[in-house]
T-cell receptor, first 107, second 116 residues
């Protein structure tokens, strides 16, 4: 499974869009990009995933570059409850977690 | 999303005893289940992958005789920490997916194990 690189931490103002980047330059052609988040002392929560097309659901949007070497998770209107560690994973068979981005949403 | 239930949420046990953690997929059949452990302020570390009816595949450095994994049905996997020691104290998390490849996995709420 491909390795991902994410910024260690980010801040975002409440009500604004949070854009979380992820680099996955070694992704294979058949590996999906998954995003999860983990709030303190809980299991990770699935957010969204995609292969090459942009995806949107009730939680977020996922923008994948045409060469698939990077992606961005967009939380359109961040709230305080979105404060969490966000993990970007590229996976076929296994789900291996990297360090993630600690997003702090501030009032 | 699908629901994965993990039990117990927390457990305290004495050194040398064994502890069993259950992971159930409540509304779907899980072909594949994963077990992770997480130390404070660290990311999740994959311990093993199990497919229903077959032996688990352990990651390098994870002792299979110490961390016994059973995936006897499509809705239940168990992790048994045998002869637990204080260094086994950690947050253990399971996840389940419907197929082995390229579908989203859903996670349990985690089990905090404290060995005293």
């Amino acid at each position: 499974d491909a390795k991902t690189t994410q910024p260690t931490s980010m801040d975002c103002a409440e009500g604004r869009a949070a854009n979380l980047p992820c680099n996955h330059s070694t992704i294979s052609g058949n590996e999906y990009v998954y995003w999860y988040r983990q709030i303190h002392s809980q299991g990770p929560q699935y957010i969204i995933h995609g292969l090459k097309n942009n995806e949107t659901n009730e939680m977020a949007s996922l923008i994948i570059t045409e060469d698939r070497k990077s992606s961005t998770l967009i939380l359109p209107h961040a709230t305080l409850r979105d404060t969490a560690v966000y993990y970007c994973i590229t996976a076929g068979n296994m789900l291996t977690f990297g360090g993630g981005t600690r997003l702090m949403v501030k009032p | 999303g699908a629901v994965v239930s993990q039990h117990p949420s927390w457990v305290i046990c004495k050194s040398g005893t064994s502890v069993k953690i259950e992971c159930r997929s409540l509304d779907f059949q899980a072909t594949t289940m994963f077990w992770y452990r997480q130390f404070p302020k660290q990311s999740l570390m994959l311990m093993a992958t199990s497919n229903e009816g077959s032996k688990a595949t352990y990651e390098q450095g994870v002792e299979k005789d110490k961390f016994l994994i059973n995936h006897a049905s499509l809705t239940l996997s168990t992790l048994t920490v045998t002869s637990a020691h204080p260094e086994d104290s950690s947050f253990y998390i399971c996840s389940a997916r419907k197929t082995a490849w390229n579908t989203e996995a859903f996670f349990g709420q985690g089990t905090r194990l404290t060995v005293v």
